[in-house]
Every structure is written in structure tokens, then in C-alpha cells.
């Protein structure tokens, strides 16, 4: 250590390889721009993946659909804008879009967005304290929905909550046969124990909690069959209802957060669960890009199968949403039998 930065280093199992980065700061100094670059990566890409979707189904359902560039105008129109506040709104209401922006930020830190090996923050939290703090944003959106007594913010805030308690032992379950399966929840850990398991990737267990932590992401990011993100009847709002009070840069920071969410719970979900690889083992340029590339690959490939899915299936009925969750349920409780069992 004493004739400079090593050119490896062991970090619970992890081979990380540094080439030109360490020679400028450190290798602290290189793991913090590796964090700060997937950060830029989840804010600057979330709108486009938002976009690409929603062209995607445009394109499924036989119409030319909004530009894949859209949504960056639809900010862009929205931050232009004045805010208008309720004179009873207290600063539940203020704080709120800032929780909606930030959280998903802080889930970026804590799992592996471009890199194979753990950067600063990696084992500040697991995969249940980010869907925690999800949660977090969900709790201070809704307070803020029901905050200005208006009768449909109530409305969608009931319904979202409903969404949510239903939502929980599912991930509780998903979690718990990850740990089982890769001894940890951490996600680096994970994503290296799917990568080295070889036959893991295959078992029923692995499988089933594929299926049902997809499912939570239908129900959390507000898509068909639980809720219609392009519907704006009041009514039938579940996630969208939450943001009606909100207008200007407020509004702009609750899209911009919901945007990010998506992107977020689906590179977990790749990342993580399905296709733990293409990730870069080096903190290098062209490993790098080469690991953009690779996730943006993946995104595309969810975002089809999401598209896919609410091109073929109705909004289901809000009493409906309940047996949705509840079939998510039990696919992730056969995922922790099957394990037990040995299957």
C-alpha cells in the first residue's frame, strides 16, 4: 500500500480492477464519481424510459403515439411554470414533491446501476430498507394528497395506501428467498451470487419471486392491470390522484420522481433478479459505456413486456386489485416452498 493505490482490491469477495481513475484522487475519490455518474444516469434516462414506453404502445396499439422525447418537453414546459398553493396547504404539502424526487436518488446509491463491485454507499442499506425508503416518498405523497381536503387527492390516497398494505408481504417474501438463496439482501451481493450461482438462475424458486416482484412493479409504478397511467378520469385515478393539487416546478418534481421509480425498481429487477450481468467490473470509460449500453438493453426489454401487458389486459376493478396482489402473494410464498423443499 505504501508505493501507491493497489491495482486490486478484495472488498467482501469483490474483485475490483482500477486503471486511469485512481491516479487522479484516489480510489475513494473514483467510487464516489462512479456514484455520482449512476445518479446522472437515473435522473437524465428515467424521462427517456418513460418515453420509449409510451411509444412502444403507441406503436402496439396501431397509432403513431408521443414523441420518445416527450416527456423531457413536458418538464421542461412544467419547471417554466408558476405554482399555485392552496392558502390551508402546510408544509407537508411544500415538502412532498422534494421526498418524491430525492428518495428514488437515494435508492440509486444503494444498488448496482453500471457497476458489478460495491461503491461508497453500497452497504449503507439492503434491497428491504429501498423498498423502505420507496415507501417513504409513497407515505409523504399521500399525507400531501390528503392535505388540501380535496375530495379525489382522499380518494387516490386511500386507494394508494390500500395498494401499498397489500403490496408489503409480497416484497417481505420476495426478500426473504433472496436472502435465503444468496445469503445476503444486499443487492452488489445478490447480483454477484445470481452470477456465479451457475444453476441458481434456473430454480422454481428464483423463477416464482421473478414473477412476483414484477408483479409489485405493475402495482407500485401505477401500470395496467392496477391502475391506467394515461387515464386522468378522477374516479378511477389510484397513483395518478395524488398529484392533481400540485401544479409548475412542484409538479414537475412529482413526475420527474415517478419517473425515476420506474427506472429504479426495473434495474433492480434486472439487474438484481433476472440479468445480473453486463455490468462493468472496471471503472474505466469503455466498461462504462459498455455497461450503459447493457442496461439500456435490458430497460428496453422490460419496458416491452410492460407494454405488451397493458396492451393486452383491462384496468382491473378496484376491488379486483386485491386478488392481483393476493395471486403475487402466493407466487412468492410457493417460491419460498419450493426452496424449502429442495424443488
Known sequence: MGRGIPRKIRWNSFAVTYADFPKRGGILSSLLVANLLQVLVVMLFSPLLKGVTGRLKGVVQSRHGPSVWQPYFDLYKLFRKDEVISEDASWVFRAAPLFSFAVPILVTLLIPVLTSFPLTWAFMGDMLASGFILALGGFFATLAAMDTASPYGQMGSSRTRMVSFLAEP???????????????????????????????????????????????????????????????????????????????????????????????????FMNVLVTPWGLAAALTPAALALALGALWLKLFVGACVIVMIESSLAKLRLFRVGEFLGAAFVVSLLGLVTFFIGV
Open 170 to 268: 409480497v416484497l417481505m417474501c420476495v426478500f426473504f428467498v433472496v436472502s435465503l438463496v444468496a445469503r445476503s439482501t444486499i443487492p452488489y451481493v445478490v447480483n454477484k451470487a445470481w452470477y456465479l450461482g451457475g444453476t441458481d438462475v434456473i430454480y422454481p424458486s428464483h423463477v416464482l419471486v421473478v414473477i412476483a416482484f414484477f408483479m409489485v412493479i405493475l402495482a407500485e409504478t401505477g401500470r395496467l392491470p392496477v391502475d391506467n397511467p394515461e387515464g386522468h378520469f378522477e374516479l378511477a385515478m389510484i397513483d395518478e390522484s395524488k398529484s392533481l393539487e400540485y401544479s409548475g416546478k412542484a409538479l414537475g418534481l412529482v413526475k420527474w420522481g415517478g419517473y425515476m421509480k420506474l427506472f429504479v425498481l426495473l434495474t433492480i
